[in-house]
């Protein structure tokens, strides 16, 4: 699985093979696999990921219930920013239900002021199966607070969130050595093709 992004939030949302074709490839099919992920990401620190491992080996129909969570969370990310991708609101449903997932990941979070400087962390770190998907809300979270929003990008080609972050704003693809290189092949044929 590729990260392409650009930050958290969308290698979350991007964790199906393609929102284009439908059924894509799901990535995440264990809370296992959500674990490799967060350590793939740096979503959470080495030693919390650890942590949580044991505790969903000592509870996994926990964990079972914590993918469907998964599931549930990264739809409601992805119908959001969609929304935002598109330059349309994301609409009242969505909204209010983005916004109790965002209102539940941050209540964990709080300040600890020692050593200095201060550090926001996760209350608890580690006992709580949902924590990679709040750290994923909580990028959600940083994506409308410090990103411009028009640099909120949907792939033309597999239907991923990306954050374009080059200087004129107009990438296309989330990857243009996948996405891009593929688009240009299948127009190229299509112009042979016409006699063009």
Known sequence: MSLDGGCLSFHFINTVSSRVQTPGHEYIRSYADLLQWSRKTDALPEDQIA??????????????????????SRDILYRFFSSLAARKSPGKEISLLFNRALKEALQQLMFKASPFPANLEWEAAGTNLREPVWAALKSAWDILDKEDQERIKECEACGWLF??????????????????????????????????
Request: aromatic share 8%; proline share 4%; hydrophobic share 35%.
């Open 51 to 72: 942590r949580l491992e044991i505790l969903a080996s000592a509870r996994p129909e926990q964990a079972a219930a914590v993918l469907a969570y998964f599931r549930e």
């Open 163 to 196: 954050l374009d972050r080059t200087r004129n704003n107009r990438k296309r693809w989330c990857s243009p050595a996948n996405c891009g290189s593929a688009d240009k092949a299948r127009r190229y044929y299509h112009r042979k093709k016409a006699g063009l």
